[in-house]
């Protein structure tokens, strides 16, 4: 069983930053891909960023490509989405999912999830 906790999110205005962390718990970190999804009121959960289980490959989401970074830190079970040049319509409540190895982008490939955090963009 994995547990995956995200922090970091908060209210920002538009052009600024932040970094979300999501902190995961039990042995089998290193060995899987992990994401970042995010959902809106009234949206379905979108793919935002991913990262392979050794970080060599990164993925992302049109919307965010240039602004948002995706890394990870295996010795420290933790997965980090730096977001900069926020604008109103990345408000949404984020989440990290732990990939069984499928589908980078798709949102069934994802087992465990966090509970979320909620990021705030004023205009």
């Known amino acids: 069983q994995v547990q995956l906790v995200e922090s970091g999110g908060g209210l920002v205005q538009a052009g600024g930053s932040l970094r979300l962390s999501c902190a995961a718990s039990?042995?089998?970190?290193?060995?899987?891909?992990m994401g970042w999804f995010r959902q809106a009121p009234g949206k379905e959960r979108e793919f935002v960023a991913a990262i392979t289980w050794n970080g060599g490959i990164t993925y992302y989401g049109d919307s965010v490509k240039g602004r948002f970074t995706i890394s990870r830190d295996n010795a420290k079970n933790t997965v980090y989405l730096q977001m900069n040049s926020l604008k109103p319509e990345d408000t949404a409540v984020y989440y990290c999912?732990?990939?069984?190895?499928?589908?980078?982008?798709?949102?069934?490939?994802?087992?465990?999830w966090g509970q979320g955090t909620q990021v705030t963009v004023s205009s």
């Open positions: 999912a732990q990939n069984r190895g499928g589908t980078i982008y798709a949102r069934q490939e994802y087992t465990y």
């Open positions: 039990g042995r089998t970190f290193s060995r899987y891909g």
